[in-house]
């Protein structure tokens, strides 16, 4: 079964830092691009990060850019989250992601397995 | 603030069609295909639609997507209250080098 599980959230103070994982299994990892989303409390999704199956590209959203960091070991089939300076507004539940590939084809931004998610509280 | 607008909410009875449309811009849908999800309450998002009007394997053919220019559209026909869900579009987005979700259409089945 192909599947994706976070963990690493938790409580932590403004200004700190937590590193969220993501253990995928059921596919071949290390061929496709992931993502982190990220949802805070009541409100939409946002697009956080992602980084390229091959040649390890990576990408951020302007809001997290210089804070954050993705990486990924594809030796364990694990996707990271280096979450650094932490602010309240980064209080959210984050999503890993996994990008969809059909036919030899990728779908840029077109996420097919999600995980379940784990929660960040950003609090003093 | 995101960059894709999308209704805060739409309704229909069952059985009726429900639109929910997206709009953007000439650096995001103009220029990049459209994706759309559905979430339900308590549970991460789902693909629903991927490169503007396909369906991922097992997704039920009430549901379509289409784009013209910068705005996309999704539709739900036969409406069931099993779609009564949180539905965002998204597309990549070249001036932010970045993917870009929409504001959210909340459905809900009168």
């Known amino acids: 079964e192909v599947q994706l599980l976070e963990s690493g959230g938790g409580l932590v103070q403004p200004g700190g830092s937590l590193r969220l994982s993501c253990a995928a299994s059921g596919f071949t990892f290390s061929v496709y691009a992931m993502s982190w989303v990220r949802q805070a409390p009541g409100k939409g999704l946002e697009w956080v990060s992602a980084?390229?199956?091959?040649?390890?590209?990576?990408y951020y959203a302007d809001s997290v850019r210089g804070r954050f960091t993705i990486s990924r070991d594809n030796s364990e089939n694990t996707l990271y989250l280096q979450m650094n300076s932490l602010r309240a507004e980064d209080t959210a539940i984050y999503y890993c992601a996994k990008l969809l590939c059909t036919n030899g084809i990728c779908y840029r931004g077109a996420f097919d397995i999600w995980g379940q998610g784990t929660v960040v509280t950003v609090s003093s | 603030q995101s960059v894709l607008t999308q209704p805060p909410s739409a309704s229909g009875t069952p059985g009726q069609r429900v639109t929910i449309s997206c709009s953007g811009s000439s650096s995001n849908i103009g220029s990049n295909y459209v994706n759309w999800y559905q979430q339900l309450p308590g549970t991460a998002p789902k693909l629903l639609i991927y490169s503007n009007n396909q369906r991922p394997s097992g997704v039920p053919d009430r549901f379509s997507g289409s784009k013209s220019g910068t705005s996309a559209s999704l539709a739900i026909s036969g409406l069931q209250s099993e779609d009564e869900a949180d539905y965002y579009c998204a597309a990549w987005d070249d001036s932010l080098d970045g993917y870009v979700f929409g504001t959210g259409t909340k459905v809900t089945v009168l």
């Open positions: 980084i390229s199956g091959t040649n390890g590209g990576t």
